[in-house]
């Protein structure tokens, strides 16, 4: 997955729309930085209910779905986190936003020797 960016405007806050994840077993690490500056404050969730395919049986919107906050995971100012998991989506939920920022999101194979 190459990196997806999102950016935000200063005072844009609330759960912000989801990244997708390729649903992948555990050995798949997904790893997500948030750039922040000021008295900025967020959390980074997940869920692994279906939010993109209203085809889907299952689907449900994003406001619907079960959103987990990542436990470790920064919520003020620069932070990273890694972490792996077979999640469906991820997104940021903006508390407070004084001067805007920017959320990455990327995944990668763990390395294994065969």
């Known amino acids: 997955m190459n990196i997806v960016r999102q950016t935000f405007a200063a005072a844009t806050t609330g759960a912000q729309n989801p990244i997708g994840l390729d649903y992948l077993p555990l050995s798949f690490i997904t790893a997500a930085a948030v750039p922040a500056t000021g008295a900025d404050t967020y959390s980074i969730q997940v869920t692994l209910d279906e939010v993109f395919d209203q085809t889907d049986p299952q689907y449900l919107a994003p406001a619907s779905a079960t959103w987990h906050t990542v436990t470790g995971a920064p919520t003020t100012a620069t932070g990273y986190i890694t972490f792996n998991g077979p999640w469906r989506a991820i997104r940021i939920n903006i508390t407070a936003n004084t001067t805007g920022f920017r959320f990455?999101?990327?995944?990668?194979?763990e390395g294994r020797g065969f």
């Open 104 to 109: 990455l999101v990327g995944q990668a194979i």
